[in-house]
Structure formats: structure tokens, C-alpha cells
């Protein structure tokens, strides 16, 4: 079993941020709302000047000599771009600058449970990545491919680009790929043909109205002999959503069979679920 370990506590980065002026992304008509196209976002103008602006910080790995490194909060500021204090604005704002619990939770599970060789060589996507821990972390544990996706694309390119590439300079390892896409998840999900091992993704259930999109995303993305581990609240209120309710959707379209791999008590219940194709009837977990 790995001997990782990330120690996130009492951090300021808690609401991670970046600053922007303006989104590339055109706009597309979904319902009463305009949501934005998926778009791959290439980092190929990132020098190494851009990734060392900001104040960088870092959380070491237990028992090992690696860190992660990510910017902080007091380098930025997302509400220059969308001139609001709400955590999400439905179609405009997705909450990527903040980093939730939920995905601190996934971090440690991963690093405590992560059977030897589950993640070498695999291509995984992190969904709704935000700063892109949950990818970054994927490299450090044996990823070949990882692959960011976020709603807002400036998102991607003022956190999660600098975020990934600082962290692969440190990793020195040549033979890893990434790639980052911006966008809705329903065109996400028809963007390509590309499909993953493995897909993380924390707080992304919070939403009943996503539900049918980021099934999508499952069933055209997801390796026949893949797995999503999605962690999230048993709860969101004000939304709806949450990991019962998630459930029960999965349930009632049939494609999928879940479990519950952990789960934490205090204060709104989280928990860590395990998604793969039902064709699947046993589940070796993480």
C-alpha cells in the first residue's frame, strides 16, 4: 500500500484564485441558460517566467521527498473576472477557484489506498479539476496521461496550467502527458474520442440539473474496464445534490454499479464512492 500522505490543514489557499480579464470561450444555448463549449486550452506559450509568478506554496508528501506546489490565494483574485462573491454562479462560474474538502478527502484516500502499480501507466482525468490536485497528485503516484478539465477556462489557464507545470518541473519526468480543457460537460463528453482508466473528481455533484451531462462524460469517457471515484457530500443544500441523490440517479439509468469506499460523519456526511460499468460485478477498489 503507498505510504503517501498530504497534510492539508488551517491553509490559506483554502479559496485558491487567480485573476483574468476576459474568457476565450464563445458561448452555446443549453436550456434557459448559455453554457460554454468544451475547448482543449493549450499551455504552449507558458514560459518559465509564468510559473514562477505569485507567491508559491507548497504541502509536502508523507514519507517521501516530494511536495506539491500550487499558487496562493494572495496572489489573485477571481473576483476581477466574475465580479461576484458567490462560491458558484450557474453557468458562468463553477466554483473552480475554490478548493472544496471534498477533494482533500480523495487526496488522502488515494494516498493511503492506493494499492501498488493501480495508477502506473494509467490515463486519467481529473473532472473538474479546479487547481488541479487531484491530476497532479495522479503523476506523483504513477500516471502516464493525465488529462484537466474545468469549466471556466480561465480557471485553467491561471491556476491549473501553472499549478501542473510547476509540480511536473519538480517531478522531472519526461515521459508524463497532460492536456487541459475549459467547457461544458456535455460537449466535453463529444469533444473527443479519448477514453481513461481512471477518472477523479470531487465536489461535482452538487447540482441535480448536471447529472444527465456528467453521466455523459462517464459513459463516452470512461475505459469499458474503468473506474470513477468521485468524492462529495451526502448533501448540498440550496442545490439538491449530493452523493444519496447521485446514487439513486446512477441507479435508475442503469449503466453503472456503485459503492461506497469511505466516508466521514463529521458535519455534513462525505463520502468516497467507486463507479464502474455494470458489466463489471466485481469491484477491487482503490
Given at each position: ?155 485553467i489557464n491561471k491556476i491549473t496550467i ?125
Open positions: 500500500m503507498s505510504m503517501f500522505k498530504f497534510n492539508f490543514s488551517n491553509s490559506e489557499d483554502n479559496n485558491v484564485e487567480a485573476a483574468v480579464t476576459e474568457t476565450s470561450q464563445d458561448k452555446i444555448i443549453d436550456s434557459d441558460l448559455k453554457w460554454l463549449p468544451a475547448v482543449e486550452i493549450i499551455p504552449s506559450n507558458y514560459g518559465s517566467e509564468l510559473i514562477t509568478e505569485g507567491k508559491w506554496l507548497t504541502k509536502k508528501i508523507s514519507n517521501s521527498d516530494n511536495s506539491i506546489h500550487y499558487l496562493s490565494s494572495e496572489s489573485n483574485n477571481s473576483k476581477e473576472i466574475y465580479k461576484t462573491d458567490a462560491d458558484i454562479e450557474e453557468a458562468q462560474y463553477e466554483g473552480g477557484f475554490k478548493v472544496w474538502d471534498c477533494t482533500y478527502h480523495l487526496m488522502n484516500y488515494l494516498c493511503e489506498n492506493n494499492p501498488e502499480g493501480t495508477f502506473k501507466g494509467k490515463k486519467v482525468l481529473d473532472l473538474g479539476c479546479g487547481n488541479g490536485f487531484l491530476g497532479i497528485l495522479s503523476f506523483y503516484i504513477g500516471a502516464e496521461i493525465v488529462h484537466f478539465q474545468d469549466y471556466n477556462d480561465s480557471v501553472p499549478n501542473t507545470l510547476k509540480n511536473l518541473q519538480s517531478l522531472n519526468d519526461s515521459s508524463v502527458k497532460c492536456k487541459f480543457f475549459a467547457g461544458d460537460w456535455e460537449s466535453f463528453s463529444d469533444l473527443d474520442d479519448f477514453k481513461y482508466d481512471i477518472i477523479l473528481t470531487a465536489a461535482t455533484i452538487y447540482n441535480t440539473k448536471s447529472y444527465k451531462k456528467l453521466l455523459s462524460v462517464f459513459k463516452q469517457k470512461l475505459e469499458l474496464s474503468g473506474t470513477v471515484i468521485l468524492a462529495a457530500k451526502s448533501h448540498y443544500f440550496g442545490w439538491g445534490g449530493g452523493t444519496r441523490n447521485f446514487e439513486e440517479f446512477l441507479q435508475k439509468d442503469g449503466s453503472f454499479l456503485s459503492r461506497t469506499l469511505w466516508t466521514c460523519s463529521e458535519g455534513v456526511q462525505q463520502d468516497i464512492i467507486e463507479i464502474k460499468f455494470k458489466s463489471r460485478d466485481e469491484f477491487s477498489g482503490l
